[in-house]
């Protein structure tokens, strides 16, 4: 499985995440995807508490099966780590698992 994520969110900061075949960034994401609407990172994020309440440690994104999503993951109240994926172009949520 391919994986190739554009930027990533971890404890309040983002940083650059950079695309293991080219060192450049996002680049495969760019020409594939700008004519699309997408969500964005922080609609994801939204999307994804709204669902699995907590506080959210790390996002990034990322191609698993051919689709774009944000892999959010989350930290619960009572110390349970989800990861949660939410798909860049619909919004909807693709998978929810403890991890």
Do not use: C
Request: proline share 2%.
């Amino acid at each position: 499985m391919t994986r190739i994520a554009r930027r990533m969110y971890v404890n309040n900061h983002y940083y650059p995440y950079f695309n293991r075949y080219n060192n450049r960034q996002g680049t495969e994401y760019d020409n594939r995807y700008s004519g699309y609407r997408q969500i964005s990172i922080e609609e994801a994020m939204n999307i994804a508490v709204g669902r699995v309440p907590g506080q959210i440690v790390k996002v990034e994104l990322e191609k698993e099966q051919g689709v774009w999503v944000y892999e959010v993951e989350i930290i619960t109240a009572q110390g349970v780590k989800y990861e949660v994926e939410v798909d860049m172009n619909t919004g909807n949520i693709v998978k929810i698992e403890v991890d």
